[in-house]
């Protein structure tokens, strides 16, 4: 299949609905490295020609929300948000009144916990997408004192249920939601988290540089020392009964304390970056490459 996107365009991310549809956000190369603000929102639909919505702001996240629609909402790192599908396209600010990315620093990711969305980034901050347009910020039991300097923030957000959720970033911090409030745990490292997963085996796994996979839940933390590989991991998602991991060359699979590489077939992509499961597919995202996985063969979406 000849590339649709990858001779002026990168896939940054991405989000799997069903088998057959998902949304991936592109950046543009040339304006990418000239730094201009601009990513495509891109639906993937293989009946369809692809739908795609331009954005003059740069999108880190995208996820596929229940509520109050089964739609994708794509962020912005200001703010910005793009809710898509069941033919009520628009655009939304991810705010909560004066509280606000625009003066608290970028957000960095959205997941779905429950069917809503839940937006995270710089500054600790959270904020839950309980309607359409309405999002509630939940960070106040963490946020940094008032005139404090120190660079805090978080990567990425998941959780097993609005009120079990986790948020993991900068200098290592770990943060758990009861529903009520935050209270940061004992992390075992303090390096960059850039991702974290609550798994379908009840555990929560974060990641980061250097190879980097803690694993956990509530306050006990440890480093999975696997020795396996020193790449850094950027994606996670559980598939068939199994963590897997994304590094920006190769997919991986956790096998007890143990790092396998995933084989993906005799069209072995050169990029890989970020992963996402869903209706019994698991899909690779990297910069030229995005691959499909089927539980038996990969092929090949772009």
Not at 17 to 41: K, W
Not at 42 to 63: E, F, L, R
Not at 199 to 216: S, T
Not at 223 to 248: C, I, N, P, Y
Request: proline share 3%; glycine share 10%.
């Amino acid at each position: 299949m000849a590339a649709f996107w990858t001779d002026k365009f990168s896939f940054s991310t991405g989000a799997v609905r069903y088998r057959d549809l998902a949304y991936l956000i592109l950046t543009n190369d040339a304006l990418a490295e000239d730094r201009v603000a601009y990513s495509i929102l891109a639906t993937w639909d293989p009946a369809q020609p692809w739908y795609q919505i331009q954005n003059k702001w740069t999108c880190p996240s995208v996820c596929v929300v229940k509520h109050p629609k089964e739609q994708g909402v794509a962020i912005g790192e200001m703010g910005e948000a793009y809710v898509t599908g069941r033919k009520d396209d628009h655009e939304e600010t991810v705010a909560d009144g004066k509280l606000s990315p625009q003066t608290r620093g970028t957000l960095r990711c959205v997941r779905a916990v429950e069917g809503k969305a839940y937006a995270a980034g710089m500054h600790r901050q959270v904020y839950r997408r309980d309607d359409r347009d309405k999002w509630t910020c939940i960070d106040e039991t963490m946020r940094p004192p008032a005139g404090s300097e120190d660079v805090v923030g978080f990567e990425a957000i998941d959780g097993f249920s609005a009120k079990d959720l986790y948020a993991v970033g900068w200098e290592g911090e770990i943060w758990h939601y009861d529903g009520r409030a935050w209270k940061q745990a004992d992390s075992p490292t303090n390096a960059i988290l850039t991702n974290v997963c609550c798994a379908g085996d009840g555990k929560v796994y974060a990641c980061g540089g250097k190879g980097l996979l803690v694993r956990g839940r509530g306050a006990d933390w440890e480093v999975v020392d696997h020795e396996d590989t020193k790449q850094d991991f950027w994606g996670f998602a559980w598939f068939g009964e199994r963590l897997h991991l994304s590094s920006t060359r190769s997919v991986w699979v956790l096998d007890g304390d143990h790092l396998q590489r995933v084989k993906m077939g005799e069209d072995i992509p050169e990029t890989c970056y970020h992963l996402s499961a869903a209706d019994g597919v698991l899909w690779s995202i990297g910069a030229k490459d995005v691959m499909a996985f089927d539980g038996k063969n990969w092929t090949r979406i772009d």
